[in-house]
């Protein structure tokens, strides 16, 4: 296991699975091309090392020029296509082949037919290392591809994460398991705003709050945020599977994330169980709920402090907050049952200074990523 970055990346593919692919491209494009001198274009940058290796294989004449293009930004492709540096050699009336380290959807390979549709080439042809066909959309055939792998984010030989990697002599591929999913609970007052702040920027986490999720689809005017309205308006509770479904969203919208903090959700064991679901479908699970304790007394000062600036009515008045400690109650004792039943319910000391506090957390999460 190798770590890049944020993130974890397991061995996939061997130095001897590789060069046995790179083979089999360089002898099959030989076979079709010996008696001709092929211009072969690499694509930078991670297409330098399968290169340099075809180029040993590949025993006839020939030429070799590269081409720049960037789509990709940390683990997804941005869509977007940007041309850095173009061929510039006479091409017309030759039988051009690009090299490509990984075609996945296609949108690059799109861009380099683009780009040399007015070129008068002989012929152009397509030869990939590893090509991913199960979501390739593109409209133009692959010629020659070393291995179909399924789609899952790789590195090494010339595949990169963020600029990492590059240098690898075999293939990872990243490690789901090691995303952490958290589910943070906690009295009010108990500090679960301040302290998901924190572990996001240190674990590369996404923030998943309920309630800015439903104001944000309500405010937007989504379909789902309309659909949550015509309930609360009617003064009914949004059905679960409406909320689990603004969550799916907020999950896939952040495909970069090293996992998510779900806050606000669940709260009921039915909740909890949806979630699950929703993750499963995802190939993810949740790691660990961490609950947030602290003496109610203290928790009781901290909120009627707060109150004094936070112009939250029901932080002015104890007997408020004392309602809501026992609807918290109440609610979380299930939901600790379920996740108990799962070995992934924790407890954290909530009260002392943030840092100390947040020390604290880092030593739950830390264990988790070292299991």
Same mark, same amino acid.
């Given at each position: 296991?190798?770590?890049?970055?944020?993130k974890?990346? /397991?061995?996939?593919?061997?130095?001897?699975?590789?060069?046995?692919?790179?083979?089999?491209?360089?002898?099959?494009?030989?076979?079709?091309?010996?008696?001709?001198?092929?211009?072969?274009?690499?694509?930078?940058?991670?297409?330098? +090392?399968?290169?340099?290796?075809?180029?040993?294989?590949?025993?006839?004449?020939?030429?070799?020029?590269?081409?720049?293009?960037?789509?990709?930004?940390?683990?997804?492709?941005?869509?977007?296509?940007?041309?850095?540096?173009?061929?510039?050699? !006479?091409?017309?009336?030759?039988? =051009?082949?690009?090299?490509? !380290?990984?075609?996945?959807?296609?949108?690059?390979?799109?861009?380099? %037919?683009?780009?040399? #549709?007015?070129?008068?080439?002989?012929?152009?042809? %397509? +030869?990939?290392?590893?090509?991913?066909?199960?979501?390739?959309?593109?409209?133009?055939?692959?010629?020659?591809?070393?291995?179909?792998?399924?789609?899952?984010?790789?590195?090494?030989?010339?595949?990169?994460?963020? /600029?990492l990697?590059?240098?690898?002599?075999?293939?990872?591929?990243?490690?789901?398991?090691?995303?952490?999913?958290?589910?943070?609970?906690?009295?009010?007052?108990?500090?679960?705003?301040?302290?998901?702040?924190?572990?996001?920027?240190?674990?590369?986490l996404?923030? *998943?709050?309920?309630?800015?999720v439903?104001?944000?689809? @309500?405010?937007?005017?989504?379909?789902l945020?309309?659909?949550?309205?015509?309930?609360?308006?009617?003064?009914?509770? %949004?059905?679960?599977?409406?909320?689990?479904?603004?969550?799916?969203?907020?999950? /896939?919208?952040?495909?970069?994330? #090293?996992?998510? @903090?779900? !806050?606000?959700?669940?709260?009921?064991?039915?909740?909890?169980?949806?979630?699950?679901?929703?993750?499963? #479908?995802? !190939?993810m699970?949740?790691?660990?709920? @961490?609950?947030?304790?602290?003496? $109610? /007394?203290? =928790?009781?000062?901290?909120l009627?402090?707060?109150?004094?600036?936070?112009?939250?009515?029901? $932080? %002015?008045?104890?007997?408020? *907050?004392?309602?809501?400690?026992?609807?918290?109650?109440?609610?979380?004792?299930?939901?600790?049952?379920?996740?108990?039943?799962?070995?992934?319910?924790?407890?954290?000391?909530?009260?002392?200074?943030?840092?100390?506090?947040?020390?604290?957390?880092?030593?739950? *999460?830390?264990?988790?990523?070292?299991?």
């Open positions: 296991m190798i770590k890049l970055h944020d974890y990346f /397991e061995p996939y593919l061997t130095e001897e699975q590789i060069a046995t692919a790179v083979k089999k491209i360089a002898d099959e494009i030989a076979a079709d091309y010996k008696d001709q001198v092929p211009i072969f274009v690499g694509v930078l940058n991670g297409a330098f +090392a399968f290169v340099s290796d075809f180029l040993k294989h590949y025993q006839h004449p020939c030429e070799v020029s590269f081409i720049k293009l960037s789509s990709y930004q940390g683990l997804t492709s941005t869509g977007i296509v940007e041309t850095l540096l173009d061929v510039s050699e !006479d091409i017309e009336g030759r039988s =051009l082949i690009i090299l490509e !380290d990984v075609i996945d959807t296609g949108r690059t390979l799109q861009e380099l %037919v683009h780009l040399f #549709s007015h070129k008068n080439i002989k012929e152009f042809k %397509v +030869a990939t290392l590893f090509y991913k066909s199960a979501i390739y959309n593109g409209e133009y055939t692959i010629d020659y591809f070393g291995m179909d792998i399924p789609d899952k984010f790789i590195v090494g030989y010339g595949l990169d994460y963020n /600029e990697g590059r240098n690898l002599r075999a293939i990872y591929q990243l490690n789901q398991s090691h995303m952490i999913n958290l589910v943070l609970f906690g009295k009010p007052g108990a500090g679960k705003g301040t302290q998901a702040e924190f572990l996001k920027e240190k674990y590369n996404k923030h *998943i709050s309920t309630g800015d439903f104001r944000y689809n @309500i405010k937007n005017g989504t379909e945020g309309k659909l949550a309205k015509s309930y609360i308006d009617k003064g009914d509770l %949004v059905p679960d599977e409406v909320t689990i479904k603004m969550l799916r969203d907020e999950v /896939e919208k952040n495909p970069d994330a #090293s996992g998510f @903090i779900f !806050d606000g959700f669940p709260r009921t064991a039915a909740q909890a169980e949806a979630l699950d679901n929703l993750l499963e #479908s995802k !190939d699970q949740i790691d660990a709920t @961490i609950a947030l304790e602290a003496n $109610d /007394e203290i =928790l009781i000062q901290r009627l402090e707060r109150g004094k600036t936070s112009g939250r009515s029901d $932080d %002015v008045d104890e007997a408020k *907050i004392r309602n809501r400690f026992d609807e918290y109650s109440q609610k979380t004792a299930p939901l600790r049952d379920y996740y108990e039943a799962q070995g992934k319910f924790h407890v954290v000391n909530g009260i002392g200074e943030i840092d100390e506090i947040t020390e604290r957390l880092h030593t739950v *999460i830390n264990q988790l990523q070292e299991a």
